[in-house]
């Protein structure tokens, strides 16, 4: 079993940053694929990004690509999500997960385990 917890979310301005962390717990996070989502009222949950496990190989969504970057601590089972250049179109909740797939990773259901969520609030 894997616990997660994400932290960092918060009310920016457009244009802003934040930094996402998810700890994970109850396992190494090394052995896992951890993504992060974001789910916005009213609307699916959309693949965000996502690392890989040991090489730490990132892949993006095209709405996000060149603002946010993943990436990983292993030492300290912590996976990060720099969110730069902010826009309002981000608002969401992002969720941290981790699974052990290496195909499919945009679905949601290919992970296993979820945090939380963090809310993010960009206001232009």
């Known amino acids: 079993q894997v616990q997660l917890v994400e932290s960092g979310g918060g009310l920016v301005q457009a244009g802003g940053s934040l930094r996402l962390s998810c700890a994970a717990s109850g396992r190494s996070a090394s052995t896992l694929y951890m993504a992060w989502f974001r789910q916005a009222p009213g609307q699916e949950r959309e693949f965000v990004a996502r690392?890989?496990?040991?090489?730490?190989?990132?892949t993006y969504a095209d709405s996000i690509k060149g603002r946010f970057t993943i990436s990983r601590d292993n030492a300290k089972n912590t996976v990060f999500l720099q969110m730069n250049s902010l826009k309002p179109e981000d608002t969401a909740t992002y969720y941290c997960?981790?699974?052990?797939?290496?195909?499919?990773?945009?679905?949601?259901?290919?992970?296993?385990?979820w945090g939380q969520g963090t809310q993010v609030t960009v206001s232009s």
């Open positions: 690392i890989s496990r040991s090489d730490s190989f990132a």
């Open positions: 997960a981790a699974g052990s797939q290496p195909l499919y990773y945009t679905l949601a259901s290919t992970y296993d385990y």
